[in-house]
T-cell receptor, first 113, second 110 residues
Framework: AQSVTQLDSQVPVFEEAPVELRCNYS??????LFWYVQYPNQGLQLLLK??????LVESINGFEAEFNKSQTSFHLRKPSVHISDTAEYFC???????????FGIGTKLQVIP | NAGVTQTPKFQVLKTGQSMTLQCAQD?????MYWYRQDPGMGLRLIYY???????DKGEVPNGYNVSRLNKREFSLRLESAAPSQTSVYFC?????????FGPGTRLTVL
């Protein structure tokens, strides 16, 4: 069994400030880790993923996440947020392959002008 | 490519009515999924299909049935709708790891 914990349901942050969205997981097997983003009234879309290799992964719009096996964490960071980053962010874990994905409850990022 | 499409976008039902939510993908993905999204509860898996011809229950299957009609299409049926099934429903497909989501169906059961 696997589970995902997103401790913060809402994170307000001023524009151009840094942000960290926290994600912790538990699993009895090796996992793949994902961050998805959901803009208002849309479906989820992949932001970044960790499958293997380098523990630091980056997205095309400046987000990054680091896989920390010892702390079972996959926190999402951005050094300077923009108004357009306002969205809900979901952390997800999968044992890989054609397996079920487990999603966290989501963190709403509100960027304040 | 249209990606993952869902119909309808919105639906209002009365308690006890039935309906089928349609989902189709044109990316030749093996796996398909149905989720519901409720405030404060994230996404919960209703049913999934790892490949054509197979379906399995997810976390919250009660009150739903599914059909994997072919590789492209995966439908979700509510036989007797209940107010507790008011939610936003998302279909997703996956080639292996990453999931691709449709735009969702907003369902209200009165």
């Amino acid at each position: 069994a696997q589970s995902v914990t997103q401790l913060d349901s809402q994170v307000p942050v001023f524009e151009e400030a840094p942000v960290e969205l926290r994600c912790n997981y538990s699993s009895s097997v090796s996992v793949y880790l994902f961050w998805y983003v959901q803009y208002p009234n849309q479906g989820l879309q992949l932001l970044l993923k960790y499958l293997s290799g380098s523990t630091l992964v980056e997205s095309i719009n400046g987000f990054e996440a680091e896989f920390n096996k010892s702390q079972t964490s996959f926190h999402l960071r951005k050094p300077s947020v923009h108004i357009s980053d306002t969205a809900e962010y979901f952390c997800a874990v999968s044992p890989g392959g054609y397996q079920k994905v487990t999603f966290g409850i989501g963190t709403k990022l509100q960027v304040i002008p | 490519n249209a990606g993952v499409t869902q119909t309808p976008k919105f639906q209002v039902l009365k308690t006890g009515q039935s309906m089928t939510l349609q989902c189709a993908q044109d990316m030749n993905h093996n796996s398909m999924y149905w989720y519901r999204q409720d405030p404060g509860m994230g996404l919960r898996l209703i049913y999934y299909s790892a490949s054509e011809g197979t379906t399995d229950k997810g976390e919250v299957p009660n009150g739903y049935n599914v059909s994997r009609l072919n590789k492209r299409e995966f439908s979700l049926r509510l036989e007797s709708a209940a107010p507790s099934q008011t939610s936003v429903y998302f279909c997703a497909s996956s080639p292996r790891d990453e999931q691709f989501f449709g735009p969702g169906t907003r369902l209200t059961v009165l």
